[in-house]
């Protein structure tokens, strides 16, 4: 099979990361998680105590953003120069200030351009809000990973649990809300499924089910119809 260029989107906390870290390890392919680039920007500016709304704060500072993937895709970290911040970006505030930071038109152009020449070669998953209808438009194979607001809540919940942060499912639920609607209403690259990508809703799904269909489309080379839904 040739090396593609595989596109996840989809909300937070749908099972986008956890299927593309998965096929990534099974195809043996490079995972970039696009999400993580925007966040390690959002650490940035929070240590640097700019609002990552700041829209020339923020830009000045992208120069001297230097952003790594290190490992391999079953355990991915993420260096912000030169320093591991996996367990760091995944705390609130920084999920807040990548969200401000990724409504801004600089930082979405620096890093979609880094973000296309790391996939250039192919053989790559990509996974974000934007991968299949701006960074990889040319994609063979377009994902759009969703789940119910309830199911995604719960997820989150666990994972906030296992970082020892305490919050109530509401809190998270409505966090996620609030998240949503500022992802779908941006003016940038806003969050919506590109019209050639094939949408799996996972709230009902074990992960194994998800994988085994989206590799049955993989191994087809992908390239459904619009009305095509998994």
């Known amino acids: 099979m040739k090396r593609l260029k595989i596109a996840i989107d989809g909300p937070c906390a749908s099972g986008k990361s956890t299927v593309a870290k998965m096929l990534a390890v099974q195809l043996e392919y490079k995972l970039i998680n696009t999400g993580a680039m925007y966040r390690a920007v959002g650490l940035m500016a929070l240590e640097k105590g700019i609002d990552p709304l700041d829209e020339p704060g923020v830009e000045a500072i992208l120069p001297g953003v230097a952003i790594d993937f290190a490992g391999p895709a079953s355990n991915q970290r993420l260096i912000l120069n030169g320093r591991d911040v996996t367990e760091r970006i995944g705390e609130p505030d920084v999920a807040q200030a990548a969200s401000s930071v990724s409504s801004l038109l600089p930082v979405r152009k620096e890093l979609v351009a880094r973000q296309q020449a790391m996939a250039r070669a192919g053989g790559v998953v990509l996974e974000g809000r934007d991968i299949g209808t701006v960074v990889l438009k040319d994609a063979e194979c377009k994902f759009f990973i ?57 709230t009902d799904l074990t992960i194994k089910e998800v994988i085994d269909r989206l590799l049955g489309h993989i191994e087809g080379n992908c390239r459904r119809p619009p009305s095509e839904r998994g």
Do not use: C, F
């Not at 296992?162 to 966090?175: A, D, F, N, P, W």
């Open 146 to 202: 969703t789940a119910s607001l309830e199911e995604r809540g719960r997820r989150r919940l666990k994972d906030y649990e296992r970082m020892g942060i305490h919050k109530t499912l509401s809190e998270v639920q409505e966090e996620l809300r609030l998240r949503d609607l500022n992802d779908m209403t941006r003016k940038h690259s806003p969050l919506v499924k590109a019209e050639d990508a094939i949408e799996i809703d996972t």
